[in-house]
């Protein structure tokens, strides 16, 4: 019998709780123990790791559409690789990783994270090496190299497509515009695909440079004197400081465009899981049994072309943009942004929304 773990790590998401109702049913079929390790690798962090033994009572059929984490993903004091980090304990904090791990005695972990978690997972890989580690990639950013898609994604963008609905109706009202800051650090997917599924006339991301007098002069054009303008957290304006939405609010005011801001914030990682984000969930939990009764290792779960399959850490790894972490020294993540491929900018050029100077 097969001894394995769950574990989520760095922000929640929805259809996190699909992936480990499906993973736990799916291990207990196969007559497999299964735990769940608590606060992500804060659980682990402790003389006696925090984790609760899953049965068949464990996260309800019902609950499975909930977003957020069953297991949690930390806490303020929760310790992680970034707050060893901060504080120079990163090879003690590794060390007592790696005796929880043994002491659980895992034949396999199941990791679902992000791309800093699972870049982490390949840079640090002696820490799994007596075990079997498959990742399951989630993120409402979709800033992970190698899968079509993440876990939360979809949902991210039903929260933001909802809320924009809402806001439209008040826009139209009062004959102005809103400028909505979505999250996605620095790629522009969300934003992008949230922006195009609502209706925005502006979508502003990082990957592509913008012009603000462009801008201003897209939105004067306009034959409505209200909508909305959608950009990403991740974008600059040179010479301008705060936060996106505002730097864009103070020009478009400055050129007499009546609007405000609006921030949805963590509404954004909330709200019931898609049924697709539901599908993708079992999909990937599906795979990642299958990858542990295979006796792989170091793999992510991903994506391609409409199949679910396994691809090695590595492919991940060196397939993305690789840059140092922000808050682990030495560390570097494999990142993935909007490709220029990306058959949404060419309709967004073809109906006349503004993206920025794209050739
Ligand atoms: O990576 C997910 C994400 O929601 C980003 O889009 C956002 O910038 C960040 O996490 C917010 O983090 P926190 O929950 O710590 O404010």
């Known amino acids: 019998m097969k001894k394995i ?31 769940g390790i608590l606060d992500g690798t804060d659980g682990l962090s402790h003389d006696t790791p925090k984790v609760i033994k899953f049965d068949s009572k464990t996260l309800p059929i019902e609950n499975v559409r909930l977003s957020g984490s069953f297991l949690c993903n930390g806490h303020a004091a929760a310790q992680n690789f970034e707050t060893a980090a ?47 580690l498959i990742c399951i990639p989630k993120t409402i950013d979709m800033d992970i190299p190698m899968t079509d898609r993440t876990i939360g994604f979809e949902t991210a963008v039903q929260q933001l497509v909802s809320y924009c609905d809402q ?17 996605g650090r620095e790629a522009g997917n969300l934003a992008l695909n949230a922006g195009m599924a609502m209706g925005a006339d502006a979508i502003l991301i990082p990957e592509i440079k913008f012009d603000i007098d462009e801008l201003v002069k897209h939105i004067k054009n306009q034959p409505r004197d209200y909508g909305i303008i959608m950009v990403s957290e991740g974008i600059s304006l040179r010479g301008h400081s ?12 400055a050129a007499g465009v009546i609007n405000r801001t609006a921030y949805p914030e963590h509404i954004q990682r909330a709200g019931d899981t898609t049924a697709t984000d539901r599908l993708l969930a ?3 939990a599906d795979c990642a049994l299958d990858a542990i009764s295979n006796n792989e290792t170091f793999v992510m779960t991903a994506m391609i072309n409409g199949k679910c399959k396994t691809i090695s850490l590595e492919e991940f790894f060196n397939n993305g943009d690789i840059v140092c972490d922000p808050n682990i020294p030495n560390m570097e993540t494999s990142d993935a942004y909007v490709s220029p491929e990306d058959p949404l900018l060419k309709i967004a050029v073809n109906m006349g929304i503004y993206i920025g100077e794209v050739k």
């Open 242 to 253: 705060g936060k996106p939405a505002d730097m864009i609010s103070r020009a478009l005011s």
């Open 282 to 284: 079992l999909k990937m």
């Open 167 to 183: 806001l439209m109706l008040t826009a139209r009202s009062h004959h102005r515009w809103f400028i909505v800051q979505t999250m």
């Open 86 to 132: 901060k504080t120079g304990k990163f090879e003690e904090f590794n060390n007592k990783l790696k005796k929880s791990l043994d002491k659980l005695k895992l034949d396999a972990l199941i990791l679902i994270g992000g791309n800093g978690s699972l870049s982490l997972a390949y840079k640090n890989r002696d820490l799994y090496a007596d075990l079997s």
């Open 5 to 35: 773990g769950i574990m989520t790590t760095g922000g929640d998401c929805s259809g996190l709780n699909t992936a480990i109702h499906r993973l736990n049913f799916g291990a207990m079929r196969r007559g497999w123990e299964i735990i």
